[in-house]
């Protein structure tokens, strides 16, 4: 397994922008397919975006589409979450989490099907 920390969320007014990033440790994390995940107050967990080992390919869910863009540094293990155009919908705790196959299909991740996560950052979007 991998640890992850998330950093980056704030408060951010409506069609704001933040940069979220996920620092992880251990030497395997190159050959990981990571997700960002997140939970709204009285919401269940939902899919954001992934990402391959190689960051080669990238999926996103339709609420973001456009808006949102998932990246990859394996040098300096790091994933980013881009976020432009925010909105108040958007407010969540995001989550950054890890998937030791390594597996990439486009379409959207399950929070059970990750091995790693770690313990969030909150975004908040006024209107």
């Known amino acids: 397994q991998v640890q992850l920390v998330e950093s980056g969320g704030g408060l951010v007014q409506a069609g704001g922008s933040l940069r979220l990033s996920c620092a992880a440790s251990?030497?395997?994390?190159?050959?990981?397919?990571v997700g960002w995940f997140r939970q709204a107050p009285g919401k269940e967990r939902e899919f954001v975006a992934a990402i391959s080992w190689s960051g080669r390919n990238t999926y996103s869910a339709d609420s973001v589409k456009g808006r949102f863009t998932i990246s990859r540094d394996n040098a300096k293990n790091m994933v980013h979450l881009q976020m432009n155009s925010l909105k108040p919908e958007d407010t969540a705790v995001y989550y950054c989490a890890a998937d030791a196959r390594g597996t990439f299909t486009p379409a959207p991740m399950t929070p059970d099907g990750m091995d790693s996560w770690g313990k969030g950052t909150l975004v908040t979007v006024s209107s």
């Open positions: 251990g030497r395997s994390f190159s050959t990981y397919t």
